[in-house]
């Protein structure tokens, strides 16, 4: 029997309320193996995520090499994750020492993810972890080098969201409870039909306008002097702590003479209990929203990471340059955030999409970009720009920072050649570019002067990327 004692030993479960825990247990299967039996084959349908809980599993290619494909033991969550494009098992996985697993089926993911925010960035970094443990070849490593320059920035931008998720839920049980209560006191009211109408349709109008708004309808002032004025009438009308009160009224549209008209309808009797519900009934609106806009933008970070990686799918195959661009951009948010950098795209829609290994020209746009963010100083711009030659495709990838001395400018692609500080800077980043261009048979050059560096990147149109011999 499965205990959250057990998913408490396994670091992605361990700080997790317990009611979370306790969900979760009630979706799991308990699946125990011998040695020697097999927990998975290969070929068969990816449909289940296991943590494990006791022994080992060792994952071969049985049907052709008989090669080590990964290993799992005590404690580690492997099998289909949530956003993964796993479709079968490419390898039969047999328990090295009995085993016993927690098995969960991909159904309740969706749901899995919504009673768990916090949940998406480790699940985010499991994914990371799997391509890095099972990658072997150079040019997976090299994926993976890039990949670990963005895990500081993509960690932030998850946890943001995710913890603004974490308190809007805590908080709206709270204003749940506020909401019941003012309902119930409403209802002890001698009130028409007439009336209750009025008042629901007034809450549901306010209620879209704040799931409407954007909150740029009044500035920082004219939203302070509205809410001035609400709190002057509402402090006219006797109702307690109007301040509380007066910063959602204006967030939802209302005014003093709307106030008045609420006042006409219901009565001076009853206009604390009708101001109260639809204070709460508007700030529970807000916290739905807030959850809606931070569970959005977990949603957008995780495709731009699945983009990026391109999870799952072929090495090489014919993609939209655009495509990995944006990507970047997204995964590199913080960074350019940080340094309030602006973004300057000049993108040619128009041109064809091309053979190429997607990843590794991903890796391409991740080193100049990040090159281009460090020459800078605050409040720079970032300017990529797209063509189409008669042969090439082409990026170009502009900074106006100090430019590149005239004396480095020959040993810029060297490997391990740097000017930034140490540890800051491993001097493979341009080498490493370089070589995936050269392997897509493309060039990469660069013009500098103080004020306008340039990086541009062409990729034929037709020939592909070289083999790996």
């Known amino acids: 029997m499965i205990d959250t004692d057990d998913l408490r030993k396994i670091a992605v479960f361990s ?26 084959h290969e070929g068969e349908p990816a449909e289940h995520m296991f943590i494990f809980l006791e022994g080992e599993l060792r994952a071969r290619n049985e049907k052709s090499n008989d090669q080590l494909y ?35 089926h991909k159904r309740i993911f969706p749901e899995m993810l919504q009673r768990m925010p916090v949940l998406t960035e480790r699940l985010v970094a499991l994914m990371l972890d799997r391509v890095r443990e099972s990658t072997k070849e150079s040019d997976q490593r090299d994926k993976l080098a890039a990949l670990g320059k963005l895990s500081a920035g993509l960690a932030h931008e998850l946890n943001n969201p995710a913890a603004a998720v974490k308190r809007a839920a805590g908080a709206i049980m709270e204003v749940r409870k506020e909401l019941r209560a003012s309902y119930l006191r409403l209802d002890q009211r001698s009130l028409t039909r007439e009336q209750r109408t009025y008042i629901a349709d007034s809450e549901e109008r306010a209620i879209q306008v704040i799931q409407n708004s954007d909150g740029t309808f009044l500035s920082a002032l004219e939203r302070s002097d509205r809410e001035q004025e609400l709190e002057d009438w509402l402090q006219s009308q006797a109702i307690p702590e109007p301040w509380k009160i007066a910063a959602t009224l204006a967030e939802a549209g209302f005014n003093p003479a709307k106030l008045q008209e609420v006042l006409a309808v219901v009565g001076a009797d009853a206009l604390h209990d009708v101001l109260s519900r639809m204070n709460y009934a508007l700030l529970a609106a807000r916290m739905v929203k807030e959850m809606d806009q931070s569970a959005t933008r977990i949603f957008d970070l995780v495709q731009a990471v699945k983009q990026y990686t391109y999870m799952d799918q072929a090495p090489e195959q014919e993609i939209d340059i655009h495509t990995g661009i944006e990507s970047t951009l997204t995964i590199l948010a913080y960074k350019l955030r940080t340094k309030s950098i602006n973004v300057e795209r000049d993108y040619d829609r128009s041109i064809p999409k091309i053979c190429a290994y997607a990843v590794e020209l991903n890796q391409v746009w991740t080193n100049l970009i990040v090159n281009a963010i460090d020459a800078m100083s605050s409040g720079g711009i970032l300017r990529v720009r797209t063509c189409d030659a008669p042969r090439d495709v082409v990026v170009e990838v502009q ?17 391990f050649f740097t000017t930034k500080g140490v ?3 491993t001097g493979l980043g341009l080498d490493t570019a370089m070589r995936v261009v050269r392997k897509h048979r493309g060039d990469l ?3 500098s002067k103080p004020g306008a560096t340039v990086f541009r990147v062409s990729i034929p149109k037709s020939t592909g990327a070289q083999r790996a011999s």
């Open 15 to 40: 700080d997790l309320p317990e009611e979370q825990l306790a969900w979760l247990l009630r979706q799991a299967e308990e699946v125990r193996v011998d040695r020697g039996e097999a927990l998975i």
């Open 70 to 104: 990964y290993s799992a033991k005590a404690g580690d969550v492997t099998g289909l994750l949530p956003f993964s494009r796993l479709q079968t098992f490419q390898a039969t996985g047999r328990a090295v020492e009995p085993m016993r697993v927690a098995r969960l």
């Open 399 to 415: 900074d106006n920072g100090s430019g590149i001395p005239v004396e480095i400018m020959p040993r810029i692609f060297e490997p």
């Open 423 to 425: 540890g800051e800077g």
């Open 445 to 447: 050059s660069v013009k």
